[in-house]
């Protein structure tokens, strides 16, 4: 199975921040790469798919790039809604794996 | 609108199976995959499986193998999942989602699960 290393596990940061988070994965997986949020007690929201493109009514504040198996996904001007935790998850192949999570925190 | 609606919320003992369903609406059911995902108390994300709702396949990861069943209905556009010989670590949240290709755009409201004596 593809392992997956996101980093920070957590970090603090303030309104009007940009923020960066990684993901990395242990064998190479072209762009097939997402990412999501996650707020307490709800469902993840899809944020970013194909490594880098924007889901239908996402803000254009958030951004992703990568490939191959070095992924950011950045939040450019932070707002006080975007605290909440985020993933990545690969869909490459089969078993999906996902990060361990990024917890975003005032 | 397009939706996938959970079972409510379950409380089982260990040793016991537990089947949540995912009622799909909104949407042409057998073109797209739903995946099943899991959440315990304060953890992470933990994929569970995948059943391609127009052939019936499914893939489940290693680590639910012999227990996990997910399976669907086309005449109601709904996929269960069940789960057997229930454990303490087994409770957690199980969310079902639809695959667009290229990621998890819809995703049900979850499933409480508690496997308790």
Redesign the interface.
Known sequence: ?IQMTQSPSSLSASVGDRVTITCRTSQGIRN?L?W?Q?KPGK????LI??AS?L?SGVPSRFSGSGSGTDFTLTISGLQPEDFATY?C?Q?YN????????TKVEI | QVQVVQSGAEVKKPGASVRVSCKASGYTFTNYYI?W?RQAPGQ????VG?INPTSGST????KFQGRVTVTRDTSTSTVYMQLSSLRSEDTAVY?C?R?FG????V????TTVTVSS
């Open positions: 199975a097939d997402a999501y996650q469902a993840p929201k899809l798919y194909a493109s889901q993933y998850l869909d089969y078993p999906r794996t996902f990060g361990q999570g | 995946y995902v992470g994300l933990e994929w995948v893939v489940y990861a290693q969310y989602a695959d290229e990621g998890l755009d995703w049900g409201q979850g």
